[in-house]
């Protein structure tokens, strides 16, 4: 049996839980009250903003039920609005709101920090080197 140190596999789930756990911390530290999923599903909401609820759910990794929660959560902190859909009464839109468009502003600049942080040291032909590998193990499994 393998050691479990000598799996690529442990690393790479090692590195997106040490990332994650260090991104809330500098989210917290920052004083803005959000979280990973919160900021990514607002942001890329923000960059697409006719997205449907099911397409944000795969862009952002997370399962349905999972973006309804987040949703749920970025509507009672007052940074998105659920719009009823003209065409289709069960569905809504979903808008950012303007206190949406300022935790943006604030959070960009901590986000592009501890990513950098986060990156320090590896250069941009490592860093393109192991997008193209994560790339092949996605390609791989799908």
């Given amino acids: 049996m ?7 596999f442990y690393y790479i789930e090692k ?14 530290n920052a004083g803005l009250i959000i979280t990973v999923d919160q900021w990514l599903t607002l942001n890329y909401l923000n960059e697409n903003p006719q997205i449907t609820q099911k397409d944000l759910a795969e862009a952002v990794f997370k399962d349905t039920a999972s973006i309804t929660r987040i949703i749920d959560l970025l509507v009672t902190a007052k940074y998105v609005k659920r719009n009823i ?7 809504s839109n979903l808008s950012i709101t303007t206190l949406g468009l300022e935790i943006i502003d604030k959070a960009s600049p901590i986000v592009n920090n501890y990513r950098n942080q986060a990156l320090k040291g590896i250069g941009i032909a ?6 193209m590998v994560m790339k092949t193990i996605i390609k791989n499994c799908q």
């Fill in 126 to 131: 490592k860093e393109d080197h192991v997008k």
């Fill in 15 to 28: 590195a997106i839980k040490s990332y994650r756990q260090f991104a809330q911390r500098e989210l917290k």
């Fill in 85 to 91: 859909n003209k065409e289709d009464k069960r569905k």
């Fill in 2 to 8: 393998e050691k479990l140190d000598s799996v690529l």
